[in-house]
């Protein structure tokens, strides 16, 4: 007896050969010193092979990979933010592993909060896959996901279904020296590995409905997408601003936990404490939205928007919530005392 069917579903084989030449490997090298041999230094008992660089000369060396696709004949690329993070390496659309094909990437935007980058490829006559639609998701459906697995099998395909919806997770990867809090993303038993970020998520009817993004190491048959739909708005902003629009506070923080409380003897345990990471940074930024709202470094965020700030729910989860030039309330903690604030939200400089 069949319970549920959906819609155009195709078969998978189909799907495979509809959408793989559209999918990409993610090339990205760097300008780096030529090595010239290596050295051994003797410390502490133990030698370290230190590599010996050639004087003057440069050599572009690969540093990491990804995978992308193609969703216009023009060449843009839809992929991972984390994955084009670095504005000082060169990138490449490497299709095809047989034939080697590369063509040059640039990035023209990257929207870091969603983990979502839009990318061109210079050329026209592209291969392409259509974007579906990720709020119709449903648990237990099935999807595809497509990439360069460990940076070696390009359009590796494996099957899943839907294991969750609306996630959240802190996500790191190799390059990022900071932990992202990424929500609201699609669970998956699709088989994702390194070297499949940026890929897609595809539906049976051949359609894209997340980015792959995570998965969980030490765990088996989890991973995370982007929900499509957000690779939409941002493309939407593009169309209509020349970029994606980021909402910002203009301060640096540390968000309270009772660890961090009890060790530096704070105040309470919950919160958004404003503070520099570094000498010479700055904990509220001169001429943004939160000095002219009175913010102060050492205050503690402790509402916004009338929402308690915990590791649970930050300051980011905030402005996911709220758009540029909103006014929100703030309830903040300052030498003990309780102060009321409001801030209007602001575009953050990309530059």
Do not use: W
């Not at 190491?217 to 601003?241: C, H, L, M, R, T």
């Amino acid at each position: 007896m069949v319970l549920f069917q959906y819609m155009n579903t195709l078969p998978i084989t189909e799907i495979a050969k509809k959408v793989s030449p559209a999918v990409i490997s993610i090339a990205i090298t760097k300008d780096l010193p030529k090595v010239d041999g290596f050295y051994s230094l003797p410390m502490n008992g133990r030698n370290f092979v230190i590599p010996k660089f050639k004087k003057g000369v440069r050599e572009a060396v690969r540093v990491g990979g990804g995978s992308g696709f193609i969703i216009s004949e023009n060449g843009i690329v839809l992929t991972n933010s984390h994955v084009v993070e670095d504005p000082r390496a060169d990138y490449a659309a490497v299709f095809n592993a047989d034939t080697i094909k590369k063509e040059t990437m640039k990035v023209l935007a990257r929207d870091p909060i969603h983990d979502v980058a839009i990318c061109r490829i210079e050329g026209d006559g592209y291969p392409t896959v259509p974007l579906g639609d990720s709020s119709q998701l449903q648990l237990g459906e099935s999807v595809l996901a497509v990439g360069n697995a460990l940076g070696e099998f390009s359009n590796t395909v494996s099957l899943g279904i839907v294991s969750g919806l609306s996630r959240f997770i802190q996500a790191q990867g190799e390059a990022r020296r900071n932990v992202e809090r990424l929500r609201g993303l699609i669970q998956t038993d699709a088989a994702i590995n390194p070297g499949n970020s940026g890929g897609p998520l595809i539906n049976m009817s051949g359609e894209v409905v997340g980015i792959n993004t995570a998965v969980v190491f030490g765990a088996q048959n989890i991973g995370f997408s982007i929900p499509v739909n957000q690779a939409k708005d941002d493309i939407a902003q593009i169309k209509e601003y020349g970029h994606i629009r980021i909402p910002f506070l203009g301060i640096r923080y540390l968000i309270i936990d009772e660890d961090l409380q009890q060790k530096n003897n704070l105040p309470v345990g919950y919160g958004a404490l404003i503070m520099r990471e570094t000498l010479g940074d700055a904990a509220v930024a001169p001429g943004s939205t939160a000095e002219k709202a009175g913010l102060r470094e050492f205050d503690i965020i402790l509402e916004a928007a009338g929402k308690k700030i915990t590791t649970d729910f930050t300051l980011q989860d905030v402005l996911h919530e709220h758009e540029i030039n909103e006014i929100i309330p703030l309830k903040i903690l300052r030498e003990k005392r309780e102060r009321d604030l409001k801030v209007r939200l602001e575009e953050k400089n990309q530059k």
